[in-house]
């Protein structure tokens, strides 16, 4: 079966950095895009980043931008996201999801149990 697991949040100071890694098994890694959501407290879901199947392609919400790089290791089945000058608006727990292509168009079709995040002051 499909499964993706989060790892890497916890408790880190604002404007500290934190990497939150994403393993995934029970399909081919590299055929897939994957995607990178947040959900904080009292509120819905937030898309944060997406990448195409191979690491060529990416893209980030301008909330983010300039400050989380996504990347991805298909050897070794994992998803990544380095997260710097960190916020606290950037508290919520993160999701890694898996698209049903090769590009970040639709819908994902999978997805973790997610890893909080909370920055202190």
């Known amino acids: 079966e499909v499964q993706l697991v989060e790892s890497g949040g916890g408790l880190v100071r604002a404007r500290g950095s934190l990497k939150l890694s994403c393993a995934a098994s029970g399909f081919t890694f590299s055929t897939y895009a994957l995607t990178w959501v947040r959900q904080a407290p009292g509120k819905g879901l937030e898309w944060v980043s997406d990448?195409?199947?191979?690491?060529?392609?990416?893209r980030s919400a301008d909330s983010v931008k300039g400050r989380f790089t996504i990347s991805r290791d298909n050897a070794k089945n994992t998803l990544y996201l380095q997260m710097n000058s960190l916020k606290r608006e950037d508290t919520a727990k993160y999701y890694c999801a898996k698209y049903p292509e090769v590009n970040w168009f639709g819908q994902y079709d999978y997805w973790g149990q997610g890893t909080q995040v909370t920055v202190s002051s």
């Open positions: 990448i195409n199947s191979d690491g060529g392609s990416s």
